[in-house]
């Protein structure tokens, strides 16, 4: 998921002085660029490799530090010392370290962030340490998300789709549908979502408002086989066919008045709206599954889960993109090959330490991106009888498309226009333009043209 803090490199930059200040060193224990030194004295004569990453939850944390500690006691000559940072600390902790040189040896890294890292010279290449069949067993997709000019700068450690229909079974039945056969197309989409939609429930729900467009219709996009800008960057692509078609269904959606006049308050990363029955349906990433199970259990009967229905029923196009995490090796640690091993034995290793991961930790919200450890997800007991998890590892991630890395204003520009059409009523060719023409002066303004990485 996306949280877009534009207040972050403002700040960073305020607190890069105060760390320059610290001191530095370039023993064991310490951060790349310098830091403090382990605390614990019976690691004192080992290599010590600091690792930090964002906190999701608990049950994350204590996976991390369960297998964390078993790969400590499994040697005796690195010691790997974890370091969780609260999410709204993150991105200025993480910038601010690497302006002062102080990253830590391994770091937590998205999906879209690892193409420029490599190319700032921010993350090394996993290559020259770790054995090559490790990236054999990912999946063709996920290889690419992680590589650049025929290196690999991350790891990858699970995706998770960002757009998934959930429904209501018990008001499909309420309303005379069938709850076992949920909406394919999108005239079935607005059809179901009629009948759905009385008193205080709306028939179905999305995306809000312009911030979540953004992220959220990246799939969608995908779906019709188009990019608001071209593939070496220089020229808005935004202005088509395609793009009429999928804002105007939109502009549908809230002409038929099947969604909620104003976004719910939770907004999209939460399932609330369906499981306590104000919505009949919700298009949410896979991480709700985690919520209903931990949040909702007794509703979990009550719920369907199904492909985002595609202009024709076909599902074998793209519904949603695929975001994630990874872990990366800062460009300047003294220790690569030593972080390699470890970043192999958490993530490339064993299948049952992600089986754990994904078994006990997700409740299978979230999937694999070895073709090994889907395996095992297959063969496990609860794994192979879980039929939200099948039904996703089959009918979506396969599909899915990487989220892009593209400026984050030519995603704006794009929601902007949908935000035109759908609330304000504006002529859809008018928005088009109008995001055309935005995103062209982007590309003016700041040298874009022939700055795409991957080209």
Known sequence: ??????????????????????????????????????????????????????????????????????????????VVELEVIPGDAWDQKVVAAQAAGTSPDITTMNYNKIVFSAKQG??????????????????????????LDGKHYAYPMLVEPSAVLFYRKDLFEEAGLDPESPPTTWDELIEYGKKLTKDNVVGFTAAGNSVEIAWTHWGLQGMM????????????????????????FWARLNKEGIVPKQAFETGYNDIKPLAEGQAAMQVIGSWAIGQLRNDYPDMLDKI??????????????????????????????????EAA?????????????????????????????????????????????????????????????????YAWEISVAYANAVERVALTGEDVEKSLQTAEKEINEYIANNNYAGTNPKK
């Not at 086989?225 to 105007?248: C, F, H, M, R």
Request: charged share 30%.
């Open 1 to 78: 998921m996306k949280i877009k803090k534009y207040a972050v490199l403002l700040l960073a930059v305020l607190m890069t002085v105060s760390v320059l200040l610290a001191g530095c060193g370039d023993g064991p224990g310490e951060p790349a660029g310098g830091g403090k030194k382990t605390k614990n004295k019976d690691n004192e004569g080992k290599t010590v490799l600091n690792f930090w990453t964002p906190q999701w939850g608990d049950k994350d944390t204590e996976w991390f530090e369960k297998w964390i500690d078993e790969y400590n006691k499994s040697q005796d000559e690195v």
């Open 122 to 147: 921010e993350i090394q290449a996993l290559d020259d340490y770790v054995d090559p069949s490790v990236f054999e067993d990912l999946y063709d997709n996920i290889n690419d998300f992680v590589s």
């Open 304 to 337: 369907g889960v199904a492909v985002m229905p595609t202009p024709d029923g076909n599902f074998e196009r793209p519904t949603a993109s695929l975001g994630g995490w990874t872990l990366t090796i800062d460009g300047k640690s003294k220790h690569p090959k």
């Open 225 to 248: 086989g188009v990019s608001p800008v071209n593939d070496d960057w220089s020229e808005a692509t935004i202005n088509t066919p395609e793009y009429k078609q999928l804002i105007e």
């Open 341 to 405: 091993d470890f970043i192999s034995y958490l993530l490339a290793g064993d299948e049952e330490i992600m089986l754990d991961f994904f078994k006990n930790v997700t409740k299978f919200s979230k999937f694999a991106v070895r073709k090994s450890v889907d395996e095992k997800l297959a063969a496990d007991p609860e794994g192979s009888q879980d039929p939200w998890r099948n039904m996703i590892a089959e009918k979506i991630v396969p599909y899915a498309v990487p989220e892009p890395i």
